[in-house]
């Protein structure tokens, strides 16, 4: 990076935290009692996740589908149940987030998830050290749309109140990696801890 970008943009799953789908998924069968792969075809197959991760679906409305489609009763204790569970997908790595604390430029983090995930995330303990990690979290469902649409990122730029030559993207998805250049940000594949300390040294 021969200009270094101000403002480190990090993905969640598979960078910033591990990501463990079927962790959640024993965690919403523990709940429900329904098979791993019945809530996998009606809840993330079926596009009913998707919508939420684009902002068509609001949490509430979102949370009462979920305790619908699961045979669960609607309300608080449910709706904590619920957030718990969905946060099982993420299991923060301390080395990355070492990595980016150690970083002198803005931190957001940029992720495709819906509002039960930011709200999962506000609740949980399990997740304080990512959420304290950064200094602004940017879900797709804000935007309306999700990575790697063009549009994804320029939404963002304009969320962060950054050029795209500011901004420089951390994610495992070479789609991902690929637009945001396309878009006019830096971006850095994540491979493992030790190449992304040496990619963000300038930050």
Known sequence: MTTPPTVLVMDLGGVTCRWLPDRRLAALSAL??????????????????????????????FTRTL???????????????????????????????????EAR??????????????????????????????????????????KPEPEAFARAAERLGAAGGELVLVDDSEANVAAAAHAGWHAHRFTTVADLRTALADL
């Open 67 to 101: 305790a619908s489609m699961l045979g669960l009763e609607t309300g608080s204790p449910t709706d904590r149940a619920l957030r718990h569970a969905w946060g099982q997908a993420f299991e923060p790595d301390p080395e990355v987030l070492r990595v980016i604390g």
């Open 32 to 61: 429900s009692g329904l098979p791993p792969a019945t809530i996998d075809h009606q809840v993330f197959e079926s596009g009913f996740d998707d919508a939420g991760e684009r902002g068509r679906v609001a949490l509430d409305e």
């Open 105 to 146: 430029a803005r931190r957001a983090l940029f992720t495709n998830n819906g509002p039960l995930l930011e709200a999962a995330m506000a609740a949980s303990d399990d997740l304080a050290p990512v959420r304290e990690a950064f200094d602004e979290l940017v879900f797709s469902w804000h935007l309306g749309i999700t």
